[in-house]
């Protein structure tokens, strides 16, 4: 089961402060959704609904109660005394032997392809931009069906942009995927994406 | 050039800082022995080269190294199993409200009472063989208990929330989340909890007699008015928590080195 992500007639606030009012949207399964919209307009809010960390005040999150998840938070959100090897291996449980050798070759090929240093460094050790990277390959990597991404390239120069784009790009092929970003450049690497846009309270396509 | 300058004016420092320190204990060290020469009376205080000898008198026989094992042994006993069940109630306590509250009252009792009224009451209850255990468990429980708990509370939440959405459960988030967010905490615990056990495993020996125990050979120490051999017995008391404190912090570090640097 993958996909099949939905919200209906959903109020969000925050005290006083109404996120979203009356939201209803309908999430086509193994596409990827871009959600454009300024800051502080609820992006997140959505993401964190759909992800089940947040309950709507009112109306119905739907999710496919088999899915699995993955994320790109705000933050890094890493375990900074493991590798970067280690933390993109987290939510795979324990791995031995043979399976632990393929799975760490992928990860040492992913690192390479996005410009980390593969390394016994704990990430508390690494910068800002490759945690970052880092975080971003522990999603990509996960075995999940949705994909959830909050500004992932936010500070990030062109190349390297492009580097992360050609790996991930292929990886959410057939995936569930919302990829929450203000960054209208963006835009062009999903061309086949649905752009929802979250404002005012609401998100419409 | 300017780190290097810096580096060396560190080095530096540190080697002047350890001259300092080392000169002040050779200053005490030797008022101490000019007091002993100028009371020239055994029983009230002995120097440091008497010490020493006797000292050297008493590693040389296997009954100290009997002793030492014994002592060591129960007390280690004791601490290895306030640890365990310190750590294991703090995971309990932070999950349920209620066990907190029901333990609360407990650690507050055993961190409140001294140590000689435990070691009275526990008297009743097991024998003398038995007591350092108990009392080196009591000691350390609170402390492991307190520690543990309070690393848990710290664990940052976003990492649990990651953990969540990830489907990160079970023993596996205990591993990869909560252990190295309690490990600094869990590290002072057990080496201000080793310290503890220890010295009142040792007290708790001299009142309750054991045979062949540290303990013993202060109170025979005591009752001999064998000064030297009380002085020697402390100097190996302290020497064996150092060396015991050192080699469990280096061995913990090193353990966590080797478990950050897994690939």
């Known amino acids: ?205 | 050039m300017q780190g290097e300058k810096n580096l060396g004016s560190q080095g530096g420092g540190r080697f002047r800082a350890w001259a300092s320190r080392l000169a002040a204990v050779a200053f005490w060290l030797a008022v101490w022995e000019l007091a002993a020469r100028a009371i020239d009376l055994k029983i009230i205080l002995v120097g440091p080269s008497q010490v020493l000898v006797r000292l050297a008198e008493l590693v040389a026989t296997g009954e100290f190294w009997a002793s030492v094992a014994l002592s060591f042994g129960r007390i280690a006993l004791g601490f290895l199993a306030a640890l365990l069940l310190g750590a294991a109630l703090a995971a309990l306590a932070s999950r349920w409200r209620a066990v907190r509250e029901l333990v609360a009252p407990v650690m507050g009792a055993v961190k409140a009472v001294p140590v000689a009224s435990f070691v009275i009451l526990v008297l009743l209850w097991v024998s003398s063989r038995e007591l350092s255990i108990v009392i080196a468990f009591l000691m350390a429980l609170p402390v492991v208990y307190t520690n543990v708990l309070e690393g848990i509370e710290q664990t940052d939440p976003t990492l649990v929330e990651m953990a969540e959405v990830f489907g990160i459960r079970g023993w596996e988030r205990v591993r990869l989340v909560y252990a190295s967010q309690v490990l600094p905490y869990a590290r002072a615990a057990i080496s201000l909890g080793l310290g503890l056990s220890w010295k009142a495993g040792i007290a708790a020996e001299v009142i309750g007699l054991p045979d062949f125990t540290i303990g013993e050979h202060l109170y025979d120490a005591k009752v001999y008015l064998d000064t030297p051999s009380l002085f020697a017995w402390t100097v190996a008391i302290v020497a064996l928590s150092a060396l015991v404190e050192w080699v469990v912090s280096h061995g913990m570090a090193a353990a966590q080195a080797r478990w950050e640097a897994r690939p």
């Open chain 1, 1 to 205: 089961m993958t996909g099949g992500f939905a919200l209906r007639r959903v109020d969000k606030a925050y005290g006083d402060l109404v996120v979203l009012s009356g939201v209803t949207a309908e999430f086509a399964p193994a596409r990827a959704h871009v959600l454009m919209g300024p800051s502080g307009a609820g992006k997140t809010t959505l993401l964190r609904l759909l992800m089940g960390l947040e309950e709507p005040d009112v109306g119905l999150v739907e999710r496919p109660g088999s899915a699995r998840l993955a994320a790109t938070f705000q933050e890094d959100r890493l375990l900074d005394g493991l590798t970067a090897t280690a933390n993109i291996r987290a939510p795979h449980g324990r791995m031995r032997g043979a399976e632990l050798a393929a799975f760490l070759a992928r990860e040492r090929a992913a690192l390479a392809s996005v410009g980390l240093p593969v390394d016994a460094r704990p990430v508390r050790e690494l910068s800002g931009g490759q945690r970052r990277r880092v975080s971003i390959l522990r999603c990509a990597l996960a075995d999940a069906d949705a994909l959830f991404f909050d500004e992932p390239l936010k500070g990030m120069d062109d190349a390297t942009v492009g580097r992360v784009m050609a790996f991930l790009l292929p990886e959410m092929e057939g995936r569930t995927v919302f990829w929450v970003t203000h960054d209208e450049r963006e835009l062009a690497w999903f061309p086949r994406a649905e752009r929802w846009h979250v404002a005012g309270g609401t998100t419409r396509r």
